[in-house]
Every structure is written in structure tokens, then in C-alpha cells.
């Protein structure tokens, strides 16, 4: 059986494109201001300063909250002790709540400390949304404060640690009044 070669067709050679007349651009229109900006307003009115509230409503911000504290709940943190059990040396794995803080919130939510206080610095409490704000932060901030004090009292968290960390501080003043009289007697000594 034999088989036959065909020679490969060769592809048409390309033709060089057409020059063509250059294309007029469209007039462009001009661009429509930003969305909620005022075109009439002065310069000034038009500016926003910082970047805008990543929470918008006390609720966002309470739901990302309970994130949080559901989260805590979740992840304790690991205590390991190497023990001993019939003479063999064994690892002991216990769980320990984790302490809710507010700076362990900031972290959770992505914004900083700075964030949490200059909402409370910035809202308007004669407002309904400042009302809310208000008491939404103050709500979180108990939460975590009865979780601590709860947790340090039942000596799951450290009670020192807890106690500077809530302001408790036991303070114990030791105060004596010494007075000394000297007399001429005791003057030549």
C-alpha cells in the first residue's frame, strides 16, 4: 500500500491594509459630578474631609460586633502543659476563653482605636443616628467589660491583669504622721 504525498497549499500572501482616512474623534462630554456633589455649592461645601465612616448605621456596626464576640467564643486560646502521668511525661492541651477587647474589636473589623473614639467624638447625640451610635458603642464596650470582670472572677482570666485593665485598681494609702520634738537636751547630743 503506498500513500501519497500531496504537497502543502501555500496560504495566500497578506495584502498590506488599506490606509485609512483618519477617523474624526467624537466631541467628549464633559464629566458628571460626583454623585451627591453639588455643582452650585462653594469650593469649599464640595470638599469632604477623611474618608467616610466604614460603618455606616449603629446596626452595621453592632452586627460586626457579634461577629466578634461570636468569633472569641469560638477560637479559645490554647494552654499547653507538659504533666505527668504514671512517670511518663504527657502534653496537656486546655482551652481558656480568649478575653474580648476593644482593641482585639478594632482588629476584627479593620479599623484602629482611633476609629472607636473619634465616632464617639464626632457624632451628634441630638440626632436619632447619634443616639444609636452612642448606645451601640456603650453597649460593646459593656459587653466586653462584663466579660472580663465575669472571666477574672471566676479565675479563668488573670485578675490583675483584668482589674488595671477595667480601672479597679485597689489603691491602700499608707500615710503615718511622725512628729519629733527636740529639746535643747537632745540638741547637745
Not at 504533666?83 to 474589636?105: E, F, K
Not at 459593656?142 to 472572677?153: H, P, S, T
Amino acid at each position: 500500500m503506498t500513500t501519497k504525498r500531496t504537497p502543502a497549499k501555500k496560504a495566500p500572501a497578506k495584502k498590506a491594509p488599506a490606509k485609512r482616512a483618519a477617523a474624526k474623534k467624537p466631541a467628549t462630554k464633559p464629566k458628571a459630578p460626583p454623585k451627591g456633589q453639588n455643582l452650585k455649592a462653594k469650593p469649599w461645601e464640595r470638599v469632604s474631609v477623611g474618608r467616610p465612616r466604614k460603618y455606616q448605621t449603629a446596626q452595621e456596626l453592632w452586627e460586626a460586633a457579634v461577629e466578634y464576640f461570636q468569633w472569641c467564643e469560638a477560637n479559645p486560646i490554647f494552654e499547653h502543659k507538659v504533666t505527668q502521668y504514671q512517670g511518663d511525661p504527657i502534653d496537656v492541651s486546655t482551652s481558656i476563653p480568649r478575653a474580648m477587647t476593644i482593641g482585639g474589636l478594632c482588629i476584627h473589623i479593620g479599623v484602629n482605636h482611633k476609629y472607636m473614639n473619634d465616632i464617639m467624638d464626632d457624632i451628634d447625640i441630638n440626632t436619632e443616628e447619634g443616639r444609636q451610635f452612642s448606645e451601640i458603642i456603650g453597649l460593646i464596650r459593656e459587653v466586653i467589660r462584663d466579660q472580663k470582670f465575669a472571666g477574672a472572677a471566676a479565675g479563668i482570666f488573670n485578675s490583675n491583669i483584668i482589674a488595671r485593665d477595667l480601672g479597679l485598681v485597689d489603691k491602700q494609702d499608707h500615710k503615718q504622721q511622725i512628729n519629733i520634738q527636740i529639746t535643747d537636751k537632745d540638741a547637745e547630743l
